[in-house]
């Protein structure tokens, strides 16, 4: 069965820093993995995916992830945030049916 | 242009009523689907309709029962609600055969 972890309930962070949001998967079939960001009260945006090819993967609003296959992770990442970045964000992993079986979401909190 | 739309935003309702929601999408995607986040913010997969037809049913309780009367609109209608229902539910859609989903705002449903 196909699962993800997200390994940061909670990531605090000041402005202008770099942030790594860790998310681990498991799955025996190919992996399609994503990133979506769930601001305040609205739906879920995504941010980036990967599919195949290239395992580093731009999305937008500068975040970037990479695929590790002998980790089983697809950690994102962004250079430097913003106060707007503060927000919840969901990996995400494609199973049966097309389904998206989500982590358990890290609140990123961007601090001044 | 909203892609994927949902109403009503908030729903308050007493524990044993029924009540509905609906999903519409104007992307002309073939696959919609319902998902559930709870107080924890976690998000879980409750059905899934490709073309009108029930592709995905995640061990959900048979007071939800989903009506798609066309590939654009998805609703989700709900028996004697229970105070565990309360959450905010998603609706989503895709192309067929493809992995990225595309999210309404949600709907809060709030049961008394």
């Known amino acids: 069965a196909q699962s993800v972890t997200q390994l940061d309930s909670q990531v605090p962070v000041f402005e202008e820093a770099p942030v790594e949001l860790r998310c681990n998967y498991s799955s025996s079939v190919s992996v399609y993995l994503f990133w979506y960001v769930q601001y305040p009260n609205q739906g879920l945006q995504l941010l980036l995916k990967?599919?195949?090819?290239?395992?580093l993967v731009k999305g937008i609003n500068g975040f970037e992830a990479e695929f590790n296959k002998s980790q089983t992770s697809f950690h994102l990442r962004k250079p430097s945030v913003h106060i707007s970045d503060t927000a919840e964000y969901f990996c995400a992993v494609s199973g049966q049916g097309g389904k998206l079986i989500f982590g358990q979401g890290t609140e990123l909190s961007v601090k001044p | 242009d909203t892609a994927v739309s949902q109403t009503p935003k908030y729903l308050v309702t007493q524990m044993g009523n029924d009540k509905s929601i609906k999903c519409e999408q104007n992307l002309g995607h073939d696959t919609m689907y319902w998902y559930k986040q709870d107080s924890k913010k976690f998000l879980k997969i409750m059905f899934s309709y490709n073309n009108k037809e029930l592709i995905i049913n995640e061990t959900v309780p048979n007071r939800f029962s989903p009506k798609s009367p066309d590939k654009a609109h998805l609703n989700l209608h709900i028996n004697s609600l229970e105070l565990g229902d309360s959450a905010v539910y998603f609706c989503?859609?895709?192309?067929?055969?493809?992995?990225?989903?595309?999210f309404g705002p949600g709907t809060r449903l709030t049961v008394l």
């Open positions: 989503a859609s895709s192309r067929a055969g493809a992995n990225e989903q595309f």
């Open positions: 990967y599919l195949s090819g290239s395992t």
